[in-house]
């Protein structure tokens, strides 16, 4: 089976630019979960999707926004660019929604704002 | 809301010993906990879960982890480290009446010498 894929690897942006990363998730998954991790630290929760719907959200502002499709991949938008916004994206599907539910993860996007 | 402590931030242990790595967490009930692993570069693994049952669980890659509902721990084990061990590793906890608040810690990081 395929796992998570994520696109691009890196990217490089300056501050006010918008950006779109890009994630499959695992075969026979219908939920996706994005996270932000900044270096040193823990994935930080941006929000979930469940069958296209965004099922819950973290401590982040509107401007990263999400999709789901009808294959469950998702996107990660993220509007005006901040320094502060240079991380690295994790994507991670899982079977059902639930927080019982082990996640697979991606490689993750590395992004860098200059 | 829950929340997870690592309290190590760095650990060095030689080859061949024994490795044990803290994660405390708070939350009013027992919640769904997890422990993950990330090699650089890359996204994370699950090693193990507990949701309830038998407090000692088994990973994989020879991970083991104990529940203690009195210290509101969930320390990882192995019993001889190899090399190939050497990687960050995560505490999560997941919200058994939230179905997508998922919270990591800051991970501790595994330095094996030879």
């Known amino acids: 089976e395929t796992g998570v894929t994520q696109s691009p690897t890196h990217l490089i942006k300056t501050r006010g630019q918008q950006v779109t990363l890009r994630c499959s998730s695992q075969?026979?998954?219908?939920?996706v979960s994005w996270y932000q991790q900044a270096l040193g630290q823990g994935p930080q929760f941006i929000f979930q999707y469940y069958r296209e719907e965004e099922n819950g959200r973290g401590n982040f502002p509107p401007r990263f926004s999400g999709l789901q499709f009808p294959n469950y991949s998702s996107e990660l938008n993220v509007n005006a660019l901040e320094l502060d916004d240079s991380a690295l994206y994790l994507c991670a599907s899982s079977l059902d929604q639930g927080a019982n539910q082990p996640q697979h993860f991606g490689d993750g996007t590395r992004l860098s704002i200059l | 809301a829950q929340s997870v402590t690592q309290p190590d931030i760095h650990i060095t242990v030689s080859e061949g010993a024994s490795l044990e790595l803290r994660c405390n967490y708070s939350?009013?009930?027992?919640?769904?906990l997890f422990w993950y692993v990330q090699s650089p570069g890359q996204g994370l693994q699950l090693l193990l879960k507990?949701?309830?049952?038998?407090?000692l669980v088994q990973g994989i890659k020879g991970f083991e982890a104990e529940f203690k509902r009195s210290q509101s721990s969930f320390n990882l084990r192995k019993p001889s480290v190899h090399w190939s061990d050497a990687a960050e590793y995560f505490c999560a906890v997941g919200d058994p009446y939230n179905n997508n608040d998922m919270r990591f810690g800051a991970g501790t990081r595994l330095t094996v010498k030879p």
């Open positions: 507990y949701f309830s049952g038998d407090t």
């Open positions: 939350y009013g009930a027992t919640p769904y």
């Open positions: 075969s026979g998954h219908n939920t």
